[in-house]
């Protein structure tokens, strides 16, 4: 086993567990806290694929700001009642985990039939086009205009979020 | 070197826990956070093939997943807030307004 498959399987691990250990926590504090852990790992596998700028995107963006919001509203709920977040498992859940298995074992049987089963080396210059300076060149000339149009979407989204918070619904 | 099909089928897996996640719990923020968790694993089969084929596009696209994803939390956090001040639940099962 070489060095860097050493270090993916370490990080997989630490991904696939925090993200089952997200799923079965009680308490939503505790399951956002795994969620960071798990875009930690992400970020780090992103590392061993070269892309350095989506690396520390993934850590300022949403281990920093989705993340924080998460929490903020989590603690603003104050969702801390032991009986108020008690869910029911029924014969649904077993369902929905014979579901969740189908579904990875038709991903596996995808994957086996694809012609990624013989892709074993990064592209030669994988590790150049994870730079900012290439993403940034590329950002700005070709994607220039989705770039400009992510403004309104968030322009929407911040007045989207005002007005909802705002006014009370009504019913 | 990991070959690709590790990082896809890493993804894979995350991708249906999120599902699985999302299906089995009854509280809105968890489900919630299975969502970006199912954004994410999605982002990490775009960076490795972007990788392995030596085309930008993918991490771009990475980018504006990212823009978007942030852009849906803040409003359906706010969405969440809007319900609790309602109905003084996050639980999906007693927010029954669009129901038939």
Known sequence: ?171 | MVPLNYYLLLSAFMFSIGVLGVVVRRNAIIVFMCIELMLNSVNLTLVALSAYIGDPTGQMLVFFVMVVAAAEAAVGLTIIIALFRNKQTVNIDEINLLKW
């Open chain 1, 1 to 171: 086993m070489t060095f860097a498959l050493a270090v993916f399987c370490l990080l997989a691990a630490v991904s696939v567990v925090s993200a089952v250990l997200m799923i079965i926590q009680r308490n939503p504090v505790n399951s956002a806290l795994y969620l960071i852990l798990n875009f930690f790992s992400l970020a780090a596998l992103y590392l061993t694929l070269h892309a350095q700028f989506i690396a520390i995107v993934q850590i300022f963006v949403y281990a920093g700001a989705i993340m924080v919001l998460f929490l903020f509203v989590i603690m603003l709920l104050n969702l801390g009642d032991d009986k108020r977040l008690r869910e029911h498992l029924g014969p649904k859940t077993y369902l929905a985990v014979a579901l969740a298995i189908g579904l990875v074992l038709e991903f596996g049987y995808i994957f086996s039939k694809s012609r990624a089963e013989d892709v074993t080396t990064q592209a030669s210059n994988a590790a150049q086009i994870g730079t900012v300076e290439f993403l940034g060149q590329v950002l700005f000339t070709k994607f220039l205009f989705p770039f400009e149009m992510t403004s309104f979407l968030l322009l929407a989204a911040i007045v989207g979020a005002v007005v909802l918070a705002k006014k009370k619904l009504q019913h």
